[in-house]
């Protein structure tokens, strides 16, 4: 069984930092994109960062992308998430996901084509007091 392993999620003070990590186990992701997900309670889930292991691109939500650094470190096959100057509105359970990269498709990414996102982690819960 596939399976994505997200860590990292804390308690840290508005302004702080935290790295989260993903790392997949059973596959190696060089042909996968690796995305981020958050869920704050009582609201949907919002994409949040996302790197496409074939060709390195990436890709930011708004609210996060003058604050964050997505990368990844194939020989850990792992994929970070440095999240710099917290706020309280970055209070969320973080989910990592994982999707097959299909080249030569448009919208063959899950980066541009979150619906091929097909593998899920558990979640790390990041908290941020003000």
């Known amino acids: 069984e596939v399976q994505l392993q997200a860590s990292g999620g804390g308690l840290v003070q508005a302004g702080g930092s935290l790295r989260l990590s993903c790392a997949p186990s059973?596959?190696?992701?060089?042909?996968?994109?690796i995305g981020w997900f958050r869920q704050a309670p009582g609201k949907e889930r919002e994409g949040v960062s996302c790197?496409?292991?074939?060709?390195?691109?990436?890709t930011y939500g708004d609210s996060v992308k003058a604050r964050t650094t997505i990368s990844s470190d194939n020989a850990r096959n792992t994929v970070y998430l440095q999240m710099n100057g917290l706020i309280p509105e970055d209070t969320a359970v973080y989910y990592c996901?994982?999707?097959?990269?299909?080249?030569?498709?448009?919208?063959?990414?899950?980066?541009?084509?979150?619906?091929?996102?097909?593998?899920w982690g558990q979640g790390t819960l990041v908290t941020v007091s003000s």
């Open positions: 059973r596959f190696t992701f060089d042909d996968y994109a």
């Open positions: 790197i496409d292991n074939t060709n390195g691109m990436t």
């Open positions: 996901a994982a999707g097959e990269v299909f080249r030569g498709y448009t919208n063959g990414s899950p980066c541009s084509n979150p619906d091929l996102f097909d593998t």
